[in-house]
C-alpha cells in the first residue's frame, strides 16, 4: 500500500511538473538575450586567408574586442523556438613599414564584423531551471576594415581613411545550449561552430 501510494505522488509530481513547464512557455513564449564570447570562424578564417582583410604593410600590436550579440526568440512549440540574432566582433592592429623594430608606424586598421541571420533552436530537454538545446543560424554577414593612416603615408592609391566592405554568408550551427535559472530570468553558455563565437555566455528574459 505504502509503494502505491509513494508511486501516485511521485506521477502526480511529474505531471505538475510538466503542467507548470507547459503553462510557463506558453504564457511568456518570446525571449530576448545579450550574450559575450570569443573568437568565431570569421576571425579564424581571417588569420588563415589574408585575402580578407588583405591588408596594406606588415600589421603588429593586434587587439581583439571580443563578440557581442543580440537576440530574440519566439517559442512556437514545447521543442522549438524561432527568432532573430545581431551579432558584432571584432578587433585592430597597427600597420608598420616592415618587419624590423626600427619601422615607422603608418597607421591602424580596425576589423568589424556585423552579423544578422535567422534563427531556430530545438529544446530536447525541458526541466523546470535547466534547457539543453541546439541550433542552426542563416543570413548575411558585412566584413567592415577600416584603416586610418597616419599623416604622410597612404594606401597607394592616394587615400588616408580607406574603408573596405565584403559581403559574407552567415551559418551557424550550435551543437550544445544551455540554459538555467529560473524561466522569467535565466542565462546560458553555447558552443558554436561559424559566425558566432565558439565560446559564449550570457543572460535572458522571457516574457
Request: charged share 15%; proline share 2%.
Amino acid at each position: 500500500m505504502k509503494r502505491v501510494l509513494l508511486f501516485s505522488f511521485g506521477l502526480l509530481l511529474c505531471l505538475s511538473n510538466l503542467q507548470a513547464e507547459e503553462a510557463a512557455w506558453q504564457e511568456q513564449p518570446n525571449s530576448l538575450s545579450i550574450s559575450a564570447g570569443a573568437i568565431s570562424g570569421y576571425f579564424v578564417g581571417k588569420s588563415l586567408f589574408s585575402w580578407i582583410p588583405a591588408a596594406a604593410g606588415h600589421s603588429r600590436h593586434s587587439k581583439y574586442y571580443g563578440s557581442y550579440g543580440i537576440q530574440y526568440h519566439h517559442q512556437l512549440k514545447k521543442w522549438c523556438r524561432l527568432g532573430v540574432k545581431g551579432t558584432w566582433e571584432g578587433d585592430n592592429y597597427d600597420l608598420y613599414t616592415g618587419k624590423n623594430d626600427t619601422d615607422v608606424r603608418k597607421g591602424i586598421t580596425f576589423n568589424n564584423m556585423v552579423s544578422l541571420v535567422a534563427s531556430v533552436q530545438f529544446l530536447y530537454l525541458t526541466r523546470e531551471h535547466v534547457q539543453l538545446y541546439s541550433g542552426l543560424d542563416a543570413g548575411a554577414a558585412a566584413y567592415i576594415r577600416d584603416t586610418r593612416y597616419d599623416a604622410g603615408f597612404d594606401d597607394g592609391n592616394g587615400n588616408s581613411h580607406p574603408v573596405n566592405v565584403v559581403w559574407l554568408p552567415a551559418v551557424n550551427i550550435t551543437p550544445l545550449g544551455v540554459a538555467f535559472g529560473s524561466w522569467r530570468v535565466y542565462g546560458f553558455v553555447e558552443v558554436n561552430v561559424g559566425y558566432e563565437a565558439f565560446g559564449k555566455a550570457g543572460l535572458g528574459v522571457h516574457f
